[in-house]
């Protein structure tokens, strides 16, 4: 079959524009997935993370590092980025030297991404893996966690846990409400379970017809590696 020069250029225009065509989307998609600064996205990457997929980690290499280098928790010791797909994964072998091995495995983190990637070299502000200092933001996202428990909700908070509450908010235990206790730590109430955005941790729930009498500690429920406890730990 002989084809035309004429129809042999129009088709050739046309594969162009089309390629060029799928460039721009694929340049927007990569643009909507990076978005460091997107502190919602951010806590969206590291709720990826669970202890069944992601299991003793080193700090360097925890969810919230992982998270604000872009990456999500693909698979059992797998993380991948949504904008290059590349993927890496991490597992200690019985005898290795975590500490050494999660220090090379953090400047992977940083190279892992290819080359076009827009998240190479463009983290999210350390300021997302750490409790803002006392501020009017951090008082509205308090009052909104607040908002989101029920007032039936049945928390069985330890009493010595509710005196510590005393010493940040200048209440006294008996005063003070255990749903306030509880959201001052950076818990609130979703769908019949206690969570956390930080961690991720989700806690079942006893309504007040229950005679559970499970204790609930908002200090002692979080995972190791999230914020509300680091910044405990520093302040301690």
């Known amino acids: ?25 694929d340049d927007v998609e990569s643009d909507e997935k990076c978005q460091p600064w997107n502190r919602e996205m951010f806590f969206e990457r590291g709720s990826t993370f669970s202890v069944s997929k992601w299991f003793a980690k080193p700090e360097c290499i925890g969810p919230l590092e992982c998270a604000r280098q872009g990456w999500i928790c693909r698979d059992v010791d797998t993380i991948e980025c949504r904008c290059c797909v590349a993927r890496l994964c991490f597992k200690i072998e019985d005898g290795s030297e975590e500490k050494s091995i999660g220090k090379a495995f ?31 933001s951090l008082r509205a996202s308090y009052r909104s966690r607040v908002n989101t428990f029920a007032g039936d909700l049945k928390l069985n908070v330890p009493a ?25 730590f950076g818990w609130s109430f979703k769908r019949s379970l206690i969570c956390c955005d930080f961690c991720n ?36």
Not at 107 to 126: F, T, V, Y
Request: contains cysteine; glycine residues 4%.
């Open 1 to 25: 079959i002989c084809v035309s020069p004429t129809k042999r250029k129009r088709t050739t225009d046309m594969v162009r524009r089309e390629r060029k065509r799928q460039y721009l989307l």
């Open 106 to 136: 953090h400047e992977q983190l940083l190279k892992g991404h290819k080359d076009l990637c827009p998240w190479r070299n463009s983290p999210s502000p350390m300021s997302f893996t750490t409790i803002p200092r006392i501020s009017e």
């Open 160 to 184: 010595e846990t509710l005196t510590k509450v005393e010493g940040l908010c200048g209440n006294r235990p008996e005063k003070l409400k255990r749903t306030r206790g509880v959201a001052i």
């Open 201 to 236: 941790r989700k806690v079942e729930s006893s309504s007040s017809s229950s005679s559970s009498s499970e204790v609930f500690d908002p200090m002692l429920e979080h995972r190791w590696w999230c914020p509300w406890i680091r910044t405990r730990r520093s302040k301690a």
